[in-house]
């Protein structure tokens, strides 16, 4: 069964530093989505894409953050800045159209931990 | 604003009952509902989804079904058994937003004892 591939699995960094984490969507997807969740919280909406542009974006996806598809398959998260409260386990997810018709494909998260 | 509330938050069962996890929401004018599993540090794995003209669907020992009119969906998990372990999220699809976003309940975290 196709897959959304997250990398890294596990990510530490220090306060103030970038991130990038990536996802590889499933290949015939075409919508994008990020999604955080904090420890012991709700999983929460970050950012949707789709054409090269952002659908839908959280009131949490400030300039703090970007999202990319650089080269037609990765799908990028990047945290310029990160602070003590960024870290959470971020989920990549996919879906072949906006409505979710066949459901949502989600990764297996990139769990980010900013020291 | 849509809320997704799931009741209880936490459940613990001897190995071989039949259960019932609950989800309602507020705002009747979703696309769809997704039931997820994420098991402890993991992903979420899809395990039902059920359009809003649809009122079950069964995959195995799950049945999710769907009263939009009264914004709930249950989950009945039969013969449970110790793999079944995990914390189980629904998450709606609104019709206003139109961009895939789903938002999620806190979800029930399900212990089955042997």
């Known amino acids: 069964e196709p897959e959304v591939t997250q990398t890294p699995s596990h990510q530490v960094t220090q306060m103030g530093q970038e991130v990038i984490l990536r996802c590889v969507p499933i290949?015939?997807?075409?919508?994008f989505y990020w999604y955080r969740q904090i420890l012991g919280q709700k999983v929460e909406f970050l950012v949707s894409?789709?054409?090269?542009?952002?659908?839908?974006k959280s009131e949490i996806f400030d300039d703090q953050f970007s999202v990319e598809r650089p080269d037609g398959s990765n799908f990028t998260l990047k945290i310029r800045s990160t602070k003590l409260e960024d870290s959470a386990m971020y989920f990549c997810?996919?879906?072949?159209?906006?409505?979710?018709?066949?459901?949502?494909?989600f990764g297996s998260g990139t769990r980010l931990t900013v020291v | 604003k849509q809320e997704v509330t799931q009741i209880p938050a936490a459940l613990s069962v001897p190995e071989g009952e039949n259960l019932v996890l609950n989800c309602s929401f507020t705002?009747?004018?979703?696309?769809?509902l997704q039931w997820f599993r994420q098991d402890p540090g993991k992903g979420l794995t899809s395990l039902l989804l059920?359009?809003?003209?649809?009122r079950e669907q069964t995959s195995g020992r799950l049945n999710a079904s769907l009263d939009k009119s009264s914004g709930r969906s249950t989950l009945y998990i039969a013969a449970s058994q110790p793999g079944d372990s995990a914390t189980y999220l629904c998450?709606?699809?609104?019709?206003?937003?139109?961009?895939?976003?789903?938002?999620f309940g806190q979800g029930t975290t399900l212990q089955v004892k042997p």
């Open positions: 894409f789709y054409n090269n542009e952002i659908s839908e």
């Open positions: 998450a709606v699809n609104n019709l206003i937003s139109n961009t895939g976003k789903l938002i």
């Open positions: 705002d009747s004018a979703i696309y769809n």
């Open positions: 059920i359009q809003s003209s649809q």
């Open positions: 290949s015939n997807h075409l919508y």
């Open positions: 997810a996919s879906s072949e159209d906006r409505a979710g018709n066949y459901g949502y494909t």
